[in-house]
């Protein structure tokens, strides 16, 4: 428990608290570009270090290692400040259309995230090629997830160009939470459901 709420804490900071602290600090001194480019490679340390968590490639360290490029990519890329606050619209954007477009391949990302945090169970292969409810259900929570990250893109783009800087900074994370939240809790719920009606997940 202390451990979840370590972690928690920690990428509060990193991802509300220090980008909020750095651009204030900051942006008497210089350009609000700049300021906000710093800010914007703040939070980039926490995929960082669930990237090193991961101790190996797979498929889910890739998917982690791809937004943090495209986190890179988009901080130097150029462009005004709105630009540079919608960095992680055009991330979560980008993960959800992989989440979508993972559904007309033979597994979607989904089987990969539940290979990575189960490890490598023959039982879950097994299962996969062997029930049509439990392929449904990977489908349909890679689905759920592909909606709600497109979604959270949106509501980003409309935050931006709604608030200034600094309440963008604050209001963003927090209402990105917010929806992450709501899809990991129907995500929790939805397994439980199914677990109740079928012993074969």
Known sequence: ??????????????NIAMPYLAYQLLIPYT?????????ALIPLCDSLVSLIRT???SAFSSFIFLGIVLGIIAVFIGGDERFI????????????????VSLFFSRPLIYYFAERFMGRDSALNDKWSKFP??????RLITLVWGISLLFESGVKVLLVYSLSISEFLIVSPIVA???IGLTIWWNVHYVRQVKKKSVII
């Open 31 to 39: 350009s609000g570009l700049t300021a906000l480019s710093v800010a």
């Open 1 to 14: 428990m202390n451990k979840t709420r370590n972690e928690i804490i920690f990428t509060v900071l990193l």
């Open 85 to 100: 606050l919608l960095r992680e619209s055009y991330i979560t954007g980008i993960m959800g259309i992989l989440f979508l």
């Open 177 to 179: 939470y917010g929806i």
């Open 55 to 57: 101790k190996k490639i």
């Open 133 to 138: 409810g439990v392929r449904k259900t990977f």
